[in-house]
Structures are given as C-alpha cells and as structure tokens.
C-alpha cells in the first residue's frame, strides 16, 4: 500500500541554522508529493508540492525534490526563523485516490532565538 | 473567502454525552474529509465525501462514529457515546477535486478541540 515515513521530531535549531527534514515515500504508480505545515493552534496547509520525478517544489525559502530513484523528498531550508517553528507533514496523492492524501506522522520543529 | 469553517471550536463534555461537530466546506469544493489529531496517533483520515456520497469511512473507528453530509456546504461528525478516549481535535477539510484525477491542495479547518471527560 501507500505511505510516507518520515524522520522522528521533536528537531531543535538555531535560528539561522540549515535544516533538513528527511521523507520517503511508497507509492503504488507515480504519486504526488507534499509538505504540509501546522502552526500551533491551526489546521494544516500546503507548504509546497511536486507532481513528476526531478520536480523541485519550493515556498517561503523552502524546498524538496522528488527522487524517484531513492523513493524521497526531503525538505530543506538554508537559514531557518523562529516562525518556522511548526509541525511539519511529508504527504502523498496517487492518480487513482486523488482526492485522499496519506500524511506522515509529522516532524515537530522548534527554533531557537 | 472565509475558509472551511469548523464549530464549536472548543468542546468539553462528560463521558455518555452526544457530541456533534460541524463543518462547512469551502464554497465550490465537491471533497470533504474529516480527520482526528492526537499525540498518541497523530493525524488519522476518518472518512471522506465526493460530491456529498461517503467514498472512505474505514478510518470511522467504531459504530459510536457518524458522518452525514446533507449536502454541498455543511457535514456533521457526530459521537454517540463520547468516551474520554476520544478526546482529540477534530479537523475538518474540503477539496476541489477535477474529473481527471489531479490533486488538488485540501484546505483544513481551525479544528475543534474536544475533552470528554
């Protein structure tokens, strides 16, 4: 079946600080990827997102690249703020249940001032 | 737009109690879904409606759970009894969803926060 793992939270940083948030993926056919963010006291929404192999989605400095060849899409950000401090969701679509998206089960994110 | 709008926002109440959460989707949009947050389980898919017909109700943990929607614009998820093990929130979202298959951007809700005590 579907799903997405991704990497254990709570992750800490300094502001100003690389971040990575690894993701992978198992799809049956060609999925659509996601980043979903929560910040507290809110729903989710969509970060960013990539449909086909070598796409690059990318919002407010964020990024992630579809690896079909290592099944992944990490997210990324050169120098993280305190506001980015949320929840973050890796997420996928498949053609045939494209209305439902499987999440992952989150990576919390905490920035330090 | 007002997004997809979710009521109560808060709800506390005591163990036997029916409780019924709301929804209004996003005007225009044909999918709603209904999931539940906890710490323990994270994010849980309950069920899903196209075009207001239940697609997907395996998330539905027991028959203590019910979903309705009448129609375009209003879903209810209701819990009858409510067990303190359902203490959670509850978010409700709404998609736009083309013939051809295309993903389209789920839009969520504020949540409401439900305490059964």
């Known amino acids: 079946g579907n799903s997405v793992t991704q990497m254990e939270g709570p992750v800490t940083l300094s502001e100003e600080a690389f971040l990575t948030i690894n993701c992978t993926y198992t799809a049956t056919g060609y999925p659509s990827l996601f980043w979903y963010v929560q910040y507290p006291g809110e729903g989710l929404q969509l970060l960013l997102k990539?449909?086909?192999?070598?796409d690059k989605g990318s919002n407010k400095g964020f990024e992630a690249t579809y690896r079909k060849e290592t099944t992944s899409f990490h997210l990324e950000k050169g120098s993280v703020q305190v506001s980015d401090s949320a929840v973050y969701f890796c997420?996928?679509?498949?053609?045939?249940?494209?209305?439902?998206?499987?999440f992952g089960s989150g990576t919390r994110l905490s920035i330090r001032p | 737009d007002a997004g997809v709008i979710q009521s109560p926002r808060h709800e506390v109440t005591e163990m036997g109690q029916e409780v019924t959460l709301r929804c209004k989707p996003i005007s225009g949009h044909n999918s709603l879904f209904w999931y539940r947050q906890t710490m323990m389980r994270g994010l849980e898919l309950l069920i899903y409606?196209?075009?207001?017909?239940?697609?997907?109700d395996s998330g539905m943990p027991e028959d203590r759970f019910s979903a309705k929607m009448p129609n375009a614009s209003f879903s209810t998820l209701k819990i009858q009894p409510s067990e303190p093990r359902d203490s959670a929130v509850y978010f409700c979202?709404?998609?736009?969803?083309?013939?051809?298959?295309?993903?389209?951007?789920?839009?969520f809700g504020p949540g409401t926060r439900l305490t059964v005590l």
């Open positions: 997420a996928l679509s498949t053609y045939s249940s494209a209305s439902k998206i499987i």
């Open positions: 409606f196209n075009n207001n017909v239940p697609i997907d």
């Open positions: 990539a449909t086909k192999a070598d």
């Open positions: 979202a709404s998609s736009s969803s083309d013939s051809g298959g295309s993903f389209n951007e789920q839009f």
